[in-house]
């Protein structure tokens, strides 16, 4: 079944130069245009089945999650917050108080590793299990409960990180390949996601979240050229990158 899920990151109240931020005033523009162009409620990601239409996943666990999340709250609607177990309680990231509430409000808590190591997928298994086992063995002592949800730091997804996830127990993995397709990897289903960015209009955002192909294949052309680079150069894109668009 097909799914376009979203991917946010951080919600604050300034607009600023980070690639992955919005504001909470933008954040609920898109919200607005969303339901607009495609009526009814998203799919919960990995607190269902199966999943279609669109879904709405935010990346990192940054503090201005519990934004989104009230936002959300207005319109009874669910997305899931993929939490780095390594940050929880730093400055400017969900302390486990702040997980709670938000996994009271209905939304699923999800993996993101232990420390969002970059260059995942060229690291040894044992290291790639361990980032998901640990990330949702202290996700799950905070909230008492089964976490089986999960999102590849950086997208940098592959089968081994996908058997990996599946070893450690997760039945939902999300990664940043801007397609609405899911395949199985052992029990777990791995889906896509179309990265939402700084500056994008609320109109672009409604119509991806809508299926719009054109907005869809613009995404997916974007993201294999990055990919392309990042394999041949992935120490310098990284460091243009953080120079361009600073965390």
Not at 119 to 134: H, T, V
Not at 150 to 165: H, T
Not at 186 to 204: D, I, Q, Y
Request: aromatic letters at 8%.
């Amino acid at each position: 079944m097909r799914l376009i899920s979203l991917a946010y990151h951080d919600v604050e109240a300034r607009k600023n130069r980070r690639r992955y931020s919005v504001t909470l005033r933008e954040f609920r523009a898109h919200l607005a245009a969303i339901r607009e162009a495609v009526g009814g409620a998203p799919s919960v990601p990995g607190a269902e089945p199966e999943m279609s239409g669109f879904a709405l996943t935010f990346d990192d666990g940054h503090a201005g999650c519990v934004q989104a999340a009230e936002a959300l709250q207005e319109l009874d609607w669910k997305a899931a917050f993929f939490v780095i177990s390594g940050y929880v309680g730093k400055q400017g990231w969900l302390d486990a108080p702040s997980i709670k509430r938000i996994a009271g409000m209905g939304h699923v808590i999800g993996s993101h590793t232990v420390d969002h190591p970059e260059g995942l997928s060229r690291m040894e298994d044992a290291f790639i299990l361990d980032q998901w086992a640990r990330s949702k063995a202290a996700l799950e002592d905070i909230l008492g409960g089964p976490v089986t949800s999960a999102s590849v730091p950086g997208g940098d997804y592959s089968a081994r990180v996908g058997r990996a996830a599946e070893a450690a127990g997760v039945k939902h993995l999300f990664t940043s390949e801007p397609v609405a397709t899911a395949w199985t990897v052992g029990g777990c289903r791995v889906m896509g996601r179309f990265a939402l960015t700084n500056g994008m209009s609320s109109g672009k955002v409604a119509r991806i979240a809508a299926g719009a192909a054109a907005d869809r294949a613009e995404q997916y052309l974007s993201w294999n050229l990055k990919k392309a680079v990042k394999s041949v150069m992935m120490r310098p894109y990284l460091a243009l990158r953080r120079r361009v668009y600073p965390s």
